[in-house]
């Protein structure tokens, strides 16, 4: 499993893409490292998950929005 978390974090940051999910019980998003760099801004920033999702969303454009 490490191998393959360590390969998936690699992976993601030479393609230069992130990835993430909603949990929808503790309603906290799982992230992983690459998308700290995606959305510009440091894992040790501290925020409510929907300080998160909110900053997240700010990165796309208002129309595009709407379809996330």
Known sequence: MRHSDRLLNMTQRLAK?????WDVDRENPNRTKETYHFYGF?????F?????????????????????
């Open 48 to 68: 409510s998950s929907r300080q998160w999702l909110e900053k997240c969303l700010s990165c796309y454009a208002p129309l595009d929005r709407e379809t996330l």
């Open 42 to 46: 440091s894992p040790d920033e501290q």
């Open 17 to 21: 893409i992130d990835g993430w999910e």
